[in-house]
C-alpha cells in the first residue's frame, strides 16, 4: 500500500507573519508539523524565528528518513532536530521558554497496517467508508482556551500580547513535562505517544494542525463524521474559508478565547493506494 496525495493547504493565521507549520508526505509516511508560536525575537538560531526554523528541520528530517516503523523514524528524526540545533544555534540559551517546540502527527504504512506518531495538538483522522475515528486520540483544546479565558477578555485581539500574558506564555511553555516536539531528542521521546491501527486500500487520512483542527475542538462547527463528510463534498480550501469567516466573526476573541485571532492552519488530506 501507498499514499496518494488528494489536497493540501497551509495557510499562516496573520499575512505579516509567517507561517510556522509544514507538511509533507512520502509514499508511506506523512506529517504535519506545527511550530510553537516562539515568545521573543529571533536571535537562538540567527535570524529565523525558533517555531519555524523547528518545523522546517523536522519537516525535511522526516522527509529524508528510509526507517521502516514510526518508532524508529521518530528517533531519527529527533536525533537530527538536535544535532542541528547544536550545530546551528548561535548562542547558548538564554531562558527555558526559548527552546523551540512544536506540535506534530506522523502516519506511517508498515506490513502490519498504520502506526501512527503524535505530541500536543495536530491531531490524525481515519476515514474508512463510514467509519471515522481519531487514530490519534480525540483533541482538546479546552485547557488553552480555559487560559485564554483566566488572563483576560479578548487578549487575543490585541496586536501584541500584554507583557503580563506573555510572561504567563513563557512559563507555562518552560514548565517541566511540557508535551511536544522540541531540540531535545529526549524530551521529545518521552512528549510522544504511539498507535497502531488496521487500515485498508481505499481508507482516507486527514493530518492536521490545530488551526485547522478548530472548526472542531475550537469552533464546534463540525463533529468528526461531519468534518469527514465536509472534506469529501467540499476540499480543504472551502474549509479553510469556514475557519477564517468564524474568527473574523469573533475578531474580539470573546465568543472563542484564544491568543491570537486566526492561527496557523494546515491540512493534508490522503488516500491509500494498493
Given at each position: 500500500m501507498h499514499f496518494e496525495?488528494?489536497?493540501?493547504?497551509?495557510?499562516?493565521?496573520?499575512?505579516?507573519?509567517?507561517?510556522?507549520?509544514?507538511?509533507g508526505a512520502t509514499a508511506r509516511l506523512a506529517w504535519v508539523i506545527d511550530g510553537a508560536t516562539d515568545m521573543g525575537p529571533p536571535g537562538l538560531l540567527g535570524q529565523q524565528g525558533g517555531a519555524s526554523w523547528l518545523a522546517s528541520t523536522a519537516?525535511?528530517?522526516?522527509?529524508?528518513?528510509?526507517?521502516?516503523?514510526?518508532?524508529?523514524?521518530?528517533?531519527?528524526?529527533?536525533?537530527?532536530?538536535?544535532?542541528?540545533?547544536?550545530?546551528?544555534?548561535t548562542r547558548e540559551v538564554a531562558a527555558p521558554w526559548e527552546v523551540p517546540k512544536a506540535a506534530f502527527g506522523v502516519a506511517q504504512l508498515t506490513s502490519h497496517g498504520l502506526s501512527v506518531a503524535w505530541a500536543a495538538d495536530s491531531p490524525i483522522l481515519h476515514i474508512s467508508g463510514q467509519d471515522v475515528r481519531w487514530c490519534t486520540g480525540e483533541p482538546d483544546t479546552s485547557a488553552e482556551a480555559a487560559d485564554a479565558r483566566a488572563l483576560g477578555p479578548g487578549i487575543g485581539a490585541a496586536a501584541e500580547l500584554p507583557q503580563a500574558v506573555l510572561d504567563d506564555r513563557r512559563a507555562h511553555r518552560a514548565r517541566n513535562g511540557h508535551v511536544a516536539l522540541s531540540s531535545d531528542a529526549k524530551a521529545s521521546s518521552a512528549a510522544t505517544r504511539f498507535a497502531h491501527h488496521p487500515i485498508a486500500a481505499g481508507d482516507e487520512l486527514l493530518l492536521m494542525s490545530d488551526g485547522f483542527a478548530s472548526l472542531v475542538t475550537d469552533y464546534g462547527r463540525y463533529t468528526a463524521h461531519e468534518l469527514a463528510a465536509a472534506v469529501r463534498s467540499e476540499g480543504l480550501g472551502a474549509l479553510l474559508h469556514d475557519i477564517r469567516t468564524i474568527e473574523r466573526e469573533d475578531a474580539d476573541c470573546l465568543r472563542y478565547p484564544r491568543f491570537k485571532v486566526s492561527d496557523d492552519a494546515t491540512a493534508l488530506w490522503l488516500r491509500v493506494g494498493r
Open positions: 496525495t488528494l489536497q493540501t493547504i497551509s495557510v499562516n493565521g496573520c499575512a505579516q507573519k509567517p507561517n510556522d507549520d509544514r507538511c519537516s525535511n528530517a522526516f522527509a529524508a528518513t528510509q526507517a521502516d516503523d514510526v518508532e524508529a523514524t521518530c528517533h531519527a528524526v529527533f536525533t537530527h532536530i538536535e544535532d542541528r540545533f547544536e550545530r546551528q544555534k
